[in-house]
């Protein structure tokens, strides 16, 4: 069977070569309004979509469960779907303490449970995205836009250089991506079934909340409301650029004092993400970037580093996936290592130095997954503790990139070396100040939604 493409909104099949982005978040007013915005969208981008030069613009979208309540959905099918999406996002789980705590989200401007429905915008300019927007924000009369920034503005991205990869810590994303099967030709080697990624197809291996099928009709339209949709985990993260070059510039140097200044804090700044910064992963080349391996993700862990003598066992990259690494029994018997599309960009102007401008950078990223609770909520999980994996010496020890005040996690990032164990004290680059959970619905979904469907 091959999947109807045109009914999967575009974000989930592939990225977008766009460089600015911009993310509409609305609180709904009535149903009728909100069936009302619906209507009025411009045209979704969908998977089959070529996205031929002439498309200046692209918009996708995305509704919360307060959302699908908002638009009036009936009760009975509201109560199908699975606690991790209905609930309030998991703070234990997610390590969102302090700085990040939920009740200082959005810059304290609305609750999240405000949050009804995000339209996502991707243009090739400035006039491109103002003037997709405008039909948009027409459209929403009689809802609520709600504005997070400080500025009183939406969520904005935009790549940091003319082509898109860059992020704010200097490194360069898009390269680890899972393999999809997105038919149901037999799985090759390295690749994922799409219902890892696709609801509505459910089988006793891969099931999909809500399934479509049962005595329950209400729990089968349930089914067929996110048929050909997906979860999104929408994380809106404030980097402290300034304090992350401070860090290695200190730290690099005591870490790595046989080398000079600079090439001991660009190591220290492979070590923590698992690659160097123009990508080239440390298993494949330790002691340098190689621009040749510097889109390479062909490399494991069990045979080429047991010993994270190249790669530390707790950087980036090794703890979001750790490819052949031996996992814990149970882990292994509840899916083994889970897998999300991720798609984002930076906001904010790009900084180098040391002395912070006062301005809001960071990243905008959105997890996309069937099963919250078993490939999100597992990666966050293992990013707070690592004690996913016997392989790891410190079952407390954390991610260097999450937000660092998760209870009974250790701040001690270990690099082992040929001559002995070397360890740095991590403080907090990243702070989380906002995030919601939304369905990105099928195409057909979205149009029987505005048509007062699901009542």
Same mark, same amino acid.
């Given at each position: 069977?091959? =999947?109807?493409? *045109?009914?999967? +909104? $575009?974000? /989930? ?10 993310? &509409?978040? @609305? ?118 836009? =709600?504005?997070? *920034?400080?500025? +009183? $503005?939406? /969520? ?10 860059? &992020?704010? @810590? ?286």
């Amino acid at each position: 069977m091959a =999947l109807d493409l *045109t009914d999967i +909104q $575009g974000l /989930i099949h592939h990225f977008y070569p766009y460089p600015m982005t911009r993310h &509409l978040l @609305f609180q709904i007013g009535n149903p009728a309004a909100g069936m009302n915005l619906l209507k009025n969208l411009a045209p979704l981008t969908n998977a089959a979509d070529p996205l031929s030069s002439t498309r200046e613009s692209l918009l996708n979208v995305g509704i919360t469960y307060g959302g699908l309540k908002a638009l009036g959905v009936k009760t009975s099918i509201l109560k199908a779907f699975p606690d991790d999406f209905r609930d309030e996002p998991a703070q234990i789980t997610m390590g969102d303490f302090e700085a990040s705590n939920p009740s200082k989200w959005w810059n304290g401007k609305f609750k999240t449970q405000q949050v009804h429905l995000v339209v996502h915008l991707f243009g090739k300019s400035v006039e491109a995205l103002e003037q997709v927007t405008a039909i948009v924000r027409t459209a929403a009369v009689g809802n609520q836009e =709600l504005l997070p *920034t400080i500025k +009183q $503005g939406p /969520i904005e991205g935009k790549w940091l250089g003319d082509t898109p990869g860059e &992020l704010h @810590f200097g490194y360069h994303d898009g390269i680890s991506h899972p393999a999809i099967r997105w038919d149901d030709d037999p799985i090759q080697e390295g690749e994922v079934d799409y219902r890892h990624f696709i609801l509505g197809y459910s089988t006793g291996e891969i099931p999909s909340t809500p399934p479509a099928f049962g005595s329950d009709p209400d729990s089968v339209r349930a089914g067929e409301l996110v048929r050909n949709g997906t979860y999104s985990i929408f994380r809106w993260l404030h980097q402290d650029v300034a304090s992350f070059n401070s860090f290695l510039n200190t730290e690099g140097p005591k870490v790595f004092p046989e080398l000079s200044l600079k090439d001991a804090e660009e190591l220290l700044a492979a070590k923590l993400m698992g690659r160097w910064r123009d990508g080239t992963p440390l298993v494949s080349s330790p002691t340098a970037p190689n621009t040749a391996l510097s889109k390479s993700d062909n490399f494991g862990y069990a045979l080429d580093d047991p010993d994270g003598l190249k790669c530390p066992f707790s950087a980036h990259i090794r703890v979001t996936n750790p490819r052949d690494q031996v996992l814990n029994h149970l882990i292994t018997l509840t899916g083994g290592v889970p897998r999300v599309i991720r798609r984002g960009t930076p906001y904010g102007p790009k900084l180098t130095g040391t002395v912070d401008d006062g301005e809001e950078r960071g990243l905008v990223g959105m997890f996309l997954c069937a099963n919250i609770r078993r490939q999100y909520y597992k990666l966050a999980a293992w990013m707070k503790v690592n004690d996913f994996s016997p392989a790891f010496p410190n079952q407390h020890a954390q991610d260097p990139l999450a937000n660092r005040k998760t209870p009974d996690a250790s701040d001690q990032f270990l690099i082992p070396t040929a001559t002995g164990d070397r360890t740095v004290t991590l403080p907090d680059f990243v702070i989380t100040k906002g995030t919601a959970f939304f369905l990105l619905p099928g195409l057909q979904t979205l149009q029987k939604l505005a048509d007062g469907g699901f009542r």
